[in-house]
């Protein structure tokens, strides 16, 4: 369990990161992508899954960081996207904890949800906060609630409704939420796990369908799969000019961006074989022994 | 790839004085060129037309072609690899390992080993494959030391190309290019005359293949020419050369 100490360290650390990045107190949601970048952080892209048992997936997100001899040093997030989406939002605010903090260099990240380390429940508080703040729930929460930041007496049907819109807009995972509002003292205990018995990926169930009724197609995209592999645009641009340079070779960059699943015809970087192959066709003959 | 015709490669001028001289040979000489995947209608080159119009004459030519323990086993390709363990056991292909150095070389092996990895993907302490077999191989010929390393494409050739080259304990080893040894093959007259379209064929393939290429390299024709003012009079007067091809020997 964190401490009060350990609550308080971390609120202060989000709201620093926040006004250093210039974010404000609004919803982040997909902006995270743009922080990434700003930061000069490399996200991969990695669908990574256990075909035998998913719920033993053995991968959430990693964080990794190499501090090259002239001090310059490169950081990189490795993505699971075979999570949700909503989730993988918040695996990479949790491994920008790791990044702010952190002075290991590796940091592998398992399921989020149920683990134990204090660091990892410390991450996970900073990812909670960095993409939901605590005055902003507050705020929001008081907006529907005509001043009152207490939720005791709403009927779970407007309870879901009020994390719906907050699902919506901050792009946090339903349990995320519902955590959250037990630790902004906005509902009991036995409110929480009431509602985190919820199926809340169920499309026939609920939540879903409240969820949908509020911005349907926010609510499916945070509820998908995206099982992207590679990295950003602009982590492959690095790649390019590296053969711009002179670094490496056409070949060895179609190999490069062969492990994103991308090929120099992506970028318009092949070139055309200038005569037919008939004048070179005795070396594409098999002949037999 | 860019073909130089304008300059003489001390490495070439070597091999010309001296043919029997052991040439570490990179990955890339036994995996059959592939330009399929960087030139829009081009294929790879079969194992077959590869080996008649390029490993084979190769080997006739050179008594001493070697490639590094480490390179050897980086060749995955069944072809490949069953033809340099069939050139291995003939005794036609020199495997060299680091094994061989006594402990006070191969204390200076490691050191070089580590300065050459620095400038290439390949960390000695992880032993990733990024880059290994090169810089095993570049270490090993320092250390040797010998005189070339012959490679196609790779990390290994911009090291040697490079000023800093000097500074990572590689100052005597000369890059040999596949363009040169074609050269060198056609010269010597080292291949049947049916084959002779072969190393011609190879040579465009490698770099006349695109319009761009066709405005950078020279035709064969012309290459061949430009290639002779460069060497033709150190091949007159040298006195270690290969037995050409002769429909009697």
């Known amino acids: ?289 | 790839m860019k073909v130089n015709v304008t300059d003489q490669n001390p490495a070439l001028v070597s091999l010309i004085h001296n043919f029997a001289q052991q040439i570490p040979l990179d990955a890339n000489f036994f995996i059959p060129f592939d330009r399929s995947n960087t030139v829009k209608g081009s294929m790879a080159i079969t194992f077959s037309a590869f080996k008649k119009y390029w490993l084979d004459p190769l080997f006739v030519t050179f008594p001493y072609l070697s490639i590094h323990a480490s390179v050897f086993n980086e060749l995955v390709s069944g072809e490949s690899k069953k033809y340099a363990e069939n050139r291995r056991d003939q005794g036609n292909l020199i495997v060299m390992d680091d094994s061989e150095f006594d402990t006070n070389k191969e204390v200076y092996r490691k050191s070089v080993e580590k300065v050459i990895a620095a400038h290439t993907a390949y960390e000695p302490e992880l032993d990733n494959a990024d880059d290994r077999g090169e810089v095993k191989s570049l270490a090993y010929i320092a250390t040797k030391p010998l005189n070339f390393f012959a490679s196609h494409d790779s990390r290994a050739l911009r090291l040697l190309e490079s000023p800093i080259k000097e500074k990572i304990g590689l100052a005597s080893v000369g890059a040999i290019e596949i363009y040169e040894l074609l050269y060198y093959l056609r010269r010597m007259e080292m291949v049947e005359p049916d084959k002779v379209n072969g190393l011609k064929m190879m040579y465009k393939y490698l770099y006349c293949l695109t319009k761009k290429e066709k405005e950078n390299n020279p035709q064969w024709g012309d290459f061949y020419q430009l290639m002779d003012n460069l060497y033709k009079s150190e091949i007159i007067k040298s006195t270690g050369k290969p037995t050409p091809y002769s429909p009697y020997n």
């Open chain 1, 1 to 289: 369990m964190l401490t009060t100490e350990d609550l308080y360290t971390i609120e202060e650390l989000a709201k620093e990161k926040r006004r250093m990045l210039e974010l404000g107190m609004g919803p982040l949601g997909d902006n995270l992508f743009k922080v990434l970048r700003t930061l000069g952080i490399q996200l991969i892209q990695i669908p990574f899954s256990n075909e035998e048992n998913e719920s033993d997936n053995p991968l959430a997100a990693l964080y990794l960081s190499s501090k090259e001899e002239d001090g310059y040093s490169i950081c990189y997030i490795g993505l699971n996207t075979t999570d949700y989406w909503d989730k993988q939002i918040f695996a990479l605010a949790h491994e920008l904890y790791h990044h702010f903090e952190s002075s290991d260099p590796f940091v592998l990240c398992r399921g989020l949800d149920h683990s134990s380390d204090i660091r990892e429940l410390k991450a996970n508080r900073f990812a909670a906060e960095f993409l939901l703040p605590t005055e902003k729930l507050i705020h929001e929460i008081k907006e529907k609630n005509r001043g009152n930041h207490d939720l005791k007496g709403w009927s779970t049907n407007a309870l879901l409704r009020l994390i719906a819109e907050v699902h919506c807009d901050y792009r946090l995972p339903f349990k995320a939420i519902v955590r959250r509002l037990l630790e902004a003292g906005a509902i009991s205990k036995a409110t929480l796990e009431n509602l985190l018995k919820i199926d809340a990926r169920d499309p026939e169930g609920i939540y879903y369908t409240l969820g949908a009724n509020i911005n349907l197609k926010t609510f499916q995209q945070l509820n998908s799969r995206t099982n992207l592999f590679g990295v950003e645009g602009e982590n492959l641009g690095k790649l390019i000019e590296n053969y711009e340079e002179g670094k490496v070779s056409l070949s060895e960059l179609s190999d490069d961006l062969s492990l994103f699943g991308k090929s120099l015809d992506d970028y318009k970087l092949m070139e055309k074989a200038d005569s037919e192959d008939d004048d070179l066709a005795l070396l594409f003959e098999e002949e037999e022994d």
